[in-house]
């Protein structure tokens, strides 16, 4: 069942549960003017009885009172008014769909108080990204179960956000709506299992999705790859039988007389699935590599923002679809391959596959699309999560303009970015004695960074670019506030801001 979000004056007829927010210190807000009175002043006297709840940011409690006896009254917690923001507030929203499922409700409603503002976000807007909050949160990815599906509760279906500033929640909300539907769908195709999503499947996926949305969409096939020239991204995808694609998107968002300006660039990294090839990966934890598409969902994604909001910008996204695989036509460590570049491979570890499908991609979309800017995601190495986890995605970047619009959608949105070394060295490290360059670095330490490196060496005329690391930041191993695991949809939010902020229009 879909989360419907809504946003009325009042609110709908077949809410089951009133929700009314309760600042630090047990501060009522004055969206408890909307209940009647006697139920306004129980509810008062029953917060100045309680020992534990506070109105913490996203503390919930039930009230034991019920209006007319017809809804269910659930008190959360804002926190301090000087403190809450949009994250914080989306916090609240997925702490509340979790509350509200486990109780069952169907339809809910966020009641927005009349109060003096909050220090850093107006009451409306808390009101949107509260709603925000509860779809991120209200994420499932049930389509394979077939058992159990009427034990489970019921699901929550309607989420209102009601006050009489209901209407500018909705417009904060619509662009928020929009990024939600792009990181939800990359979401799902990190979380279909590689039985169903591989290259050739991945590609046509993306074809329906973003077609009938005005993006244009153009799938290169094993032997268009041929043609092209794309070496290393056929060298990876060898061992499998199935065969590699590339999938080229383009979003034309500007207006017609600012045509002439470079687009901007996005590569995803799209292994399907990653054994580790040859250099087989240990057994345990090989199930997580279906994930390793996470670069290419936050690109496809993205994609799926840019035109649901009608952005106003020349986008190109470009994905390169693989799966690593042994077999007897596997490549090798020691392979000396070639690339879309022209410069040869020393090949040392056919684990480090990813690198080699973002060198096609990465020349390809320079030479053929001449962008303004690059950025990379890809799943790329153990080491970015060892450094970061889950929380922080590794970020390099060559130009400091660059960074700082990344940095600023990174502190807006939530998604949290921290930069990285690229440093001559690492580039250094990567040049081989038999070939142009080698795979891998010199020893196991800073592999995220020698992988940068690598990368550098397909990065021309000094061109604006950032690769993001999402080894970490593309799932969780358990729920978080806003997101269900595995798969997060990490990086369509922050470019989708970046674009919107610094982009548009230009
Ligand atoms: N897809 C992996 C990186 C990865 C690991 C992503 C864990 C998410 C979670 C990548 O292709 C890989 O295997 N990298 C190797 C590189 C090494 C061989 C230089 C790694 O990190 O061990
Ligand atoms: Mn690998
Ligand atoms: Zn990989």
């Known amino acids: 069942m879909t989360l419907n979000i809504k946003f009325a004056a009042k609110p709908t007829k077949d809410t089951d549960t009133v929700i009314i927010g309760v600042y630090a210190d047990n501060n009522l807000s004055t969206a408890s003017d909307a209940l009647n009175v006697d139920t306004a002043n129980l509810i008062e006297s029953f917060l100045g009885k309680q020992e534990s709840f506070k109105g913490k940011s996203g503390q919930i409690i039930t009230a034991p009172v019920l209006d007319e006896g017809k809804t269910r009254i659930l008190l959360v917690g804002l926190g301090d008014p000087d403190k809450i923001d949009g994250s914080a507030a989306e916090t609240v929203g997925g702490k509340l769909y979790v509350a509200l499922k486990s109780i069952g409700s169907k339809s809910a409603a966020f009641i927005l108080g009349d109060d003096e503002e909050p220090e850093n976000i107006s009451t409306a807007d808390m009101g949107a990204h509260i709603a925000m909050g509860v779809r991120l949160r209200g994420y499932s990815f049930l389509k394979y179960k077939t058992l159990d599906a009427e034990d489970e509760s019921p ?114 990294k799209g292994v399907t699935f990653d054994t580790g090839g040859i250099n087989i990966k240990p057994s345990g934890g090989m199930e997580d590599m279906k994930l390793d598409m996470g670069g290419a969902a936050a690109v496809v ?77 890809a799943t790329l190495t153990g080491a970015m999560m060892i450094a970061l986890g889950h929380e922080y995605c590794g970020t390099f970047v060559n130009d400091n303009d660059l960074w700082e619009n990344m940095e600023s959608a990174s502190k807006s949105t939530g998604e949290k970015l921290w930069r990285m070394p690229l440093d001559a060295a690492f580039k250094k490290e990567m040049v081989s004695s038999i070939a142009d360059v080698k795979s891998l670095g010199n020893g196991r330490y800073a592999g995220a960074c020698t992988a940068a490196g690598f990368l550098e060496h397909f990065i021309e005329d000094n061109r604006p670019w950032a690769h993001m690391d999402i080894a970490g930041t593309a799932w969780v191993k358990s729920d978080s506030a806003i997101c269900p695991k595995p798969g997060t949809g990490f990086g369509v939010r922050v470019l989708d801001k970046m674009i919107a902020d610094h982009y548009e229009g230009k």
């Open 155 to 268: 699901e929550l279906g309607t989420f209102t956000i009601a006050g009489k500033d209901n209407k500018k929640s909705a417009k904060t909300y619509e662009p928020l709506g929009h990024v939600a539907a792009g990181m939800l769908w990359a979401r799902d195709l990190v979380n279909e299992p590689p039985n169903m999503l591989y290259p050739e499947s991945f590609a046509k996926m993306i074809k329906d999705e973003l077609k009938p949305l005005g993006v244009e969409v153009e799938i290169f096939d094993e032997k268009k790859l041929e043609k092209l020239g794309f070496k290393a991204q056929l060298a990876v995808g060898m061992g499998s039988a199935r065969t590699p694609r590339t999938v080229v998107m383009r979003w034309n968002g500007k207006d017609a007389s600012k045509k002439k300006s470079q687009p901007l660039a996005f590569v995803g």
């Open 301 to 377: 994604g993205l994609m799926k923002s840019l035109a649901l909001r009608n952005a106003k910008a020349d986008v190109v996204g470009i994905v390169g679809l693989a799966e690593n695989m042994p077999s007897d036509r596997a490549y090798r460590p020691s392979d000396v391959i070639g690339s879309y570049s022209g410069k040869t491979i020393e090949v040392l570890n056919t684990d480090a596959e990813g690198r080699l499908v973002l060198a096609d991609c990465l020349t390809y979309v320079q030479r053929k699309y001449d962008p303004a800017l690059v950025v990379d995601l």
